[in-house]
């Protein structure tokens, strides 16, 4: 599995973070708040299988073999726990990971969680991510092209639809530890009434609203996200 390491002094009794990346995306996407973040964690940018860099297996997996997968490669590359920060799908990996690997995570941050309970329908899902789409950087939209392009329809749809099917609120409710769920204002993918519901279900849940931040928050207001893990990491 690929993976990236922004440039960071190796300073041992700094926390590590695990960044993993959501649904069309690579890890690329991560890098503005993996920079923020750089010098004061140990922070890797994993791409799961079949997106970015990393190979594509010939089966589209599932949540459960993402968060496993995801476990397997930090023992392969020594790193026994971390805090884990995901956006969108991917707090929907962390989610089950949390919950099959305890063990290995420290805390967890949501940021942006998905999917909304009230809007579990391709056509609720794409709708809401079309008016948030407008509310991103425009710089953007090229990368996001271009790892869907690498990535291809049928990955997308498959990957899509397990997003879909998932019950995310069971796994929130077994998720003990400490969990930062980050929304953005700006976000229509995220209301913020289930960003509400999602930290009420976790049992160690706290929220932290970031204001003029639409869905890719680690994108378009890494300054902020950044603050944000600081306070709670």
């Known amino acids: 599995m690929h993976y990236r390491v922004p440039y960071q002094r190796p300073v041992p009794d700094r926390p590590t973070i695990v960044m993993v990346h959501g649904l069309v995306v690579s890890s690329r996407y991560m890098t503005p708040t993996a920079e923020q973040l750089a010098p004061d964690y140990h922070v890797y940018l994993p791409e799961l299988p079949g997106f970015g860099k990393s190979q594509k297996p010939d089966h589209y997996q599932d949540?459960?073999?993402?968060?496993?997968?995801?476990?397997a490669w930090m023992t392969t590359v020594g790193l026994p726990q971390a805090v884990l920060l995901g956006n969108s799908l991917g707090c929907q990996i962390i989610a089950r990971f949390a919950v099959r690997h305890p063990d290995r995570i420290q805390a967890a941050i949501l940021?942006?969680?998905?999917?909304?309970?009230?809007?579990r329908t391709a056509r609720q899902e794409i709708g809401r991510w079309l008016v948030n789409v407008l509310r991103e950087p425009v710089s953007l939209y090229p990368m996001v092209l271009r790892d869907f392009m690498e990535i291809g329809f049928r990955r997308f749809a498959a990957t899509f639809h397990y997003g879909l099917?998932?019950?995310?609120?069971?796994?929130?409710?077994?998720?003990?530890?400490?969990?930062?769920?980050?929304?953005?204002?700006?976000?229509?993918?995220?209301?913020?009434?289930?960003?509400?519901?999602?930290?009420?279900?976790?049992?160690?849940?706290?929220?932290?609203?970031?204001?003029?931040?639409?869905h890719d928050v680690n994108y378009n207001s890494p300054a902020e996200l950044a603050a944000a893990v600081r306070s709670f990491v």
């Not at 949540?63 to 476990?71: G, K, P, Q, V």
Request: glycine share 2%; charged share 25%.
């Open 111 to 119: 940021v942006s969680p998905t999917m909304d309970v009230r809007a």
């Open 63 to 71: 949540l459960d073999e993402m968060s496993d997968t995801l476990a």
């Open 165 to 214: 099917e998932d019950s995310i609120e069971v796994y929130l409710a077994q998720m003990e530890l400490p969990t930062l769920v980050v929304r953005g204002t700006w976000d229509t993918v995220v209301p913020q009434e289930w960003a509400e519901y999602v930290t009420q279900m976790l049992p160690q849940g706290k929220l932290t609203v970031i204001k003029r931040a639409a």
